[in-house]
């Protein structure tokens, strides 16, 4: 297929080419970030997995190094986790960067045994530029569970041992070790609780603080049985004793409602920052989406945190600070009271020019489309709204509030030709959990995709497009009584490569 630069991120990691999903061993070295990932450098399809590689120094500006680990006689190198090894626990050395992953093996899988999937290291010397595969894998092998992958791997201070978390199945089991090398079986959770619609692959378990209280949160990929179909990140927060986890509830909770935020897991070695990223697109389409010469990208790196509604304990995501180095103050278009058309701090309801009909906000703040910009919106009154994105073809991209449903919604049913496959046009909601009423919408474009963060970060929504034209145009379709105190639009820059 003829290559398409228009819908390749600026911002967003995607490979030079061929087939990439899960973000894996996310780590934090020395001042770079690592960014491995699941990759097939043979087709634009997948395939025999390897681990590709990037790195960063702000979470942004990504540059794609050398094929990390290639498969083995083992077989195939499926997802995992990377730590740094302080205290020399596995013997590579002092400070050894060791990723601990599945290895696939497609002859056993032929078998039905059900133990083709086993857990295996290897370890880096050289902060991640060549790596070792460990003589004595695999380090875990299977008791004949089918799926049996994805190890997700901490130092737990309170057990003084690492943890696994392990996805086995219909459920996740801790496993925990002195050294890397020798696991023993702690728990299991999840069989009865969170959402079963698929299988649960790629977790994450770490503590987040809130009110100087900590809790634990268990990320739980799951493919299909998403919020709005095929793959998503749910997750539940409770507490870790080094041993079990109890979730504080049995609510159901996603890390993204929308259908292109999947396999997503927090970076090691951060300190008090969560990071998390996760692969931005569905397999229900994955293998269909019309790029070239390159399939899929990450989704923007988000800091995670804990906020209550209720009764119950939610995350919130937001982009990293780091974003706001793509920003120049020069591209900022702010814009408040714009119903009155004067300078005033209180803001007007937008009666008048809702009856009117759309608002062209690129015109009222005297600017154009940039395919890698950000919209934020501060409602001090939220009700209905829709903003629509397009292009002289007819092309619309719908993202707005639906305030009866009490719904966000993205809604690409018409913003381009969706024929490679069935799954892809559709609109997708996702709950308003905040029941303020001021509100705050922040959109990150970046080419062919957009993340919501609503509500400080309760709601996220990522959503992938591909139109047949660059969109040029951005209305607004309010409702009476809506009330906005600021809209702003921003050029984000170009990360220089
Ligand atoms: C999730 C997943 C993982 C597996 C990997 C294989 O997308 O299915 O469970 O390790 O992809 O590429």
Request: with cysteine; net charge neutral.
């Amino acid at each position: 297929p003829a290559p398409t630069p228009q819908y390749r991120p600026a911002y967003h990691f995607a490979p030079a080419a061929h087939w990439m999903n899960d973000p894996n061993g996310m780590v934090y070295l020395n001042g770079t970030y690592h960014l491995f990932f699941q990759y097939y450098p043979d087709g634009m399809s997948w395939g025999p997995m390897h681990w590709g590689h990037a790195t960063s120094r702000d979470l942004l500006r990504w540059q794609e190094q050398p094929i990390a680990l290639y498969p083995d006689k083992l077989g195939y190198i499926f997802s995992g986790s990377a730590v740094v090894d302080e205290n020399n626990t596995a013997g590579f050395g002092k400070n050894a960067l060791v990723a601990i992953f599945t290895h696939h093996d497609p002859e056993e899988e032929k078998k039905k045994t059900g133990k083709h999937e086993t857990q295996s290291l290897a370890y880096s010397l050289d902060e991640g530029k060549t790596w070792t595969k460990y003589a004595g894998n695999p380090v875990l092998k299977n008791p004949g569970i089918p799926d049996f992958r994805d190890p997700k791997v901490s130092w737990n201070a309170q057990a003084r041992k690492w943890i696994m978390t392990l996805a086995t199945k219909d459920r996740i089991t801790f496993y925990s070790s002195p050294n890397l090398k020798d696991w023993t079986k702690e728990s299991e959770f999840g069989e009865q609780v969170g959402a079963h619609g698929g299988v649960w692959e790629c977790p994450d378990l770490f503590p987040l603080t809130l009110d100087k209280k900590t809790y634990w949160v268990l990320l739980v990929n799951l493919n299909p049985g998403g919020p709005n179909g095929g793959s998503a990140t749910q997750y539940f927060v409770g507490q870790f004793d080094g041993k079990t986890f109890r979730p504080q509830t049995n609510t159901t909770k996603w890390a993204d409602y929308g259908p292109d935020e999947y396999a997503g897991v927090t970076f090691a070695n951060t300190g008090n920052r969560c990071l998390f990223l996760g692969w931005m697109s569905n397999w229900d389409y994955a293998q269909q989406v019309p790029t070239a010469p390159w399939r899929s990208a990450m989704t923007l790196p988000r800091e995670l945190g804990l906020r209550q509604v209720g009764k119950e304990l939610y995350l919130t995501s937001a982009p990293v600070k780091e974003v706001a180095s793509m920003v120049t103050s020069s591209r900022i278009r702010p814009l408040t009271n714009f119903n009155a058309g004067k300078a005033s701090a209180a803001a007007q309801p937008l009666t008048d020019l809702a009856v009117k009909g759309e608002i062209d906000l690129l015109q009222q703040m005297q600017t154009q489309w940039r395919p890698q910009s950000r919209l934020q919106l501060r409602a001090r009154q939220l009700q209905d709204m829709t903003l629509v994105l397009s292009n002289a073809q007819g092309e619309e991209l719908l993202i707005g509030f639906d305030k009866k449903a009490n719904q966000y919604f993205i809604d690409r049913s018409k913003a381009g030709p969706s024929g490679f496959s069935p799954k892809f046009a559709a609109r997708h909601v996702a709950p308003r959990l905040s029941s303020a009423p001021a509100a705050d919408l922040t959109l990150f474009f970046d080419a062919a995709s957009v993340e919501l963060f609503a509500d400080g970060g309760l709601t996220a929504m990522t959503e992938i497009f591909f139109p047949s034209a660059p969109f040029t145009s951005l209305r607004l379709r309010p409702t009476p009584g809506l009330t906005l105190d600021s809209v702003e639009y921003t050029w984000l820059l170009t990360p220089t490569k």
